[in-house]
C-alpha cells in the first residue's frame, strides 16, 4: 500500500510541477485522435489546438492492453500541453492499473524548437544518466534504471515512455507503447 501511495504521489506531483513552471495555456498539435484532419499522423510541431497531444496517443484502450487490465487515468490526462517557450511544449498522459495502482503506465513528450534542440538535450540527459542505449525501435533510444524509463528521440521531440512500478520497468510494455506511437509523431 505504502508504494501505491508513493507513485500516486510521484505522478500527482509531476503534473503539478510541469503545471506550475510551464504556462499551462499552451496549445497542442493535433486533435485527440493523434491525426491532423486528413487522417494522417499528428505532427508534433505548431501547436494550434488546446487540448493534451499525449493523451491522443495514449489512450485507456491501449494502456489496458499494454497492462493487462483495466486502467484509471491520471488527473493530468485533462491538462493542456505546457507552452515553454514560442514553439516548445511539454504533454503528458497516464493510467493506473486499476488493480494495483503502483503499476502505471505514462508518455511524457518534450518538443523543442529543433531537431538539433532536441538531440541535444537528449544526449546530454543520456550521457548525465548513463543510460543504456535500446535498438530495434526505429529511432534513438536508451533507457535508465533509476528511474525506469525508456527515452526516445524522435525529431524535434524526446519521448519519456514509463510502464512498471517505480522500482521496476516493464520494458516490454515500453517498448511496444514506444512503437505505438512513434510512427504517429513526426
Known amino acids: 500500500m505504502k508504494q501505491t ?4 504521489l510521484m505522478l500527482c506531483l509531476l503534473s503539478g510541477l510541469i503545471s506550475l513552471t510551464w504556462n499551462t495555456w499552451g496549445k497542442s498539435p493535433v486533435s485527440a485522435a493523434g491525426t491532423d484532419d486528413k487522417g494522417r499522423p499528428a505532427k508534433a510541431a505548431k501547436p ?3 487540448i493534451n497531444f499525449a493523451t491522443g496517443l495514449l489512450s485507456s484502450a491501449l494502456a489496458q492492453q499494454l497492462l493487462g487490465g483495466e486502467v484509471l487515468p491520471s488527473p493530468s490526462n485533462t491538462y493542456r500541453d505546457a ?3 514560442n514553439t516548445t511544449w511539454v504533454s503528458n ?3 493506473l492499473l486499476k488493480e494495483n495502482p503502483a503499476v502505471s503506465l505514462g508518455l511524457l513528450i518534450r518538443h523543442e524548437e529543433s531537431a538539433a534542440s532536441a538531440r541535444a538535450r537528449y544526449e ?3 550521457k548525465d544518466s548513463k543510460g543504456s542505449l535500446v535498438n530495434g525501435l526505429g529511432a534513438p533510444a ?3 534504471s533509476k528511474p525506469p524509463e525508456l527515452n526516445v528521440l524522435k525529431g524535434a521531440n524526446w519521448i519519456v ?3 512498471g512500478t517505480s522500482e521496476k520497468a516493464n520494458n516490454g510494455a515500453e517498448e511496444k507503447l514506444a512503437k505505438a506511437v512513434l510512427p504517429k509523431i513526426k
Open 5 to 8: 501511495k508513493q507513485r500516486t
Open 48 to 50: 494550434s489546438a488546446s
Open 83 to 85: 507552452k515553454t517557450g
Open 93 to 95: 498522459a497516464s493510467f
Open 124 to 126: 546530454k540527459a543520456r
Open 142 to 144: 536508451y533507457r535508465t
Open 161 to 163: 515512455i514509463t510502464a
